[in-house]
């Protein structure tokens, strides 16, 4: 099994994103504030730290989704249901017939031998009746606060309540081969009891931090240096361990930023 591509909507810099994983080992390089950071705490918030999946704050969406919500909010704008997602991630699991399926099999949607693919998504989203409820609250809100400017009311509001209205949630989601797109209209809501993520995905994440002492920098560079080592020693022709040496050098050269 592979992840094959990652799709992310609505989260910070990431309004509308897709990441395509090479078979081996995938290098998100770019400059500062492109994202890159943005898209391993995503990934931690649905599939990482148990601590923090599905815990998000307010100025997690993005800025576009949070003016749309606000136009909402006031009448402004019309909306469907579909255009009210949030936050959403959906991420493609390509697998071999020589796969072992025990942990996959629950997120299966059809008995297709030739559909291969299967979508993992994560949502933290708001409903029709929260956005009515949310309508009701904010009203109430503004009266009390009237001194704060309105266009700063809102995100105070939803810095406190936000998590009121929004939830988070897991599916497995049909995926269309023959036209290779996602069928929205098939899906199954997951639980803790349906399927157990972190036997399908590994995922570990180490926050990038510009105040790190020595000693915090010496004991990241004694971790990624074991890894490596680890790595070189059980198979040293290997792709990985070529293309991770040949990025290393293109950074030392170049001075691309590596989150």
């Known amino acids: 099994m592979k992840i094959e591509k990652i799709s992310v909507n609505n989260y910070r810099l990431l309004k509308n994103t897709v990441i395509t994983c090479d078979n081996e080992l995938s290098l998100i390089v770019g400059k500062n504030n ?25 100025y997690d969406f993005s800025i576009p989704f949070q003016k749309k919500l606000y136009k909402i909010i006031k009448s402004e704008i019309e909306y469907n249901k579909n255009e009210l997602n949030g936050i959403r991630v959906d991420i493609y699991i390509s697998y071999e ?14 008995l297709d031998p030739d559909n291969k693919t299967v979508i993992l ?12 409820v949310l309508k009701e609250d904010f009203a109430e809100y503004k009266e009390k606060h009237s001194k704060i400017p309105e266009d700063n009311s809102f995100a105070k509001f939803m810095q406190k309540k936000q998590r009121k209205y929004f939830v988070f949630k897991k599916y497995s989601v049909l995926y269309d081969y023959i036209n290779q797109k996602i069928d929205n209209n098939v899906f199954k809501l997951l639980d803790g ?11 570990n ?14 004991e990241l560079s004694a971790l990624s240096n074991t890894y490596y080592n680890r790595t070189k020693a059980k198979d040293d022709d290997t792709s990985t361990v070529s293309d991770f040496e040949n990025q290393i050098v293109l950074i030392a050269l170049y001075g691309m930023d590596m989150e």
Request: hydrophobic share 40%; glycine share 4%.
């Open 34 to 58: 492109c994202g890159k950071t943005s898209l391993l705490s995503i990934l931690n918030k649905c599939i990482g730290n148990k601590s923090e999946i599905g815990i998000f704050e307010y």
């Open 97 to 110: 017939d020589i796969d072992n399926l025990a942990n996959l099999s629950k997120l299966l949607l059809d």
């Open 121 to 132: 998504r994560f949502e933290y989203s708001i409903d029709a009746h929260a956005i009515d």
């Open 193 to 203: 009891k349906d399927v157990d993520i972190s036997r399908i995905i590994s995922f």
């Open 205 to 218: 994440y180490i926050s990038a931090r510009r105040d790190v002492s020595n000693a915090s920098e010496t």
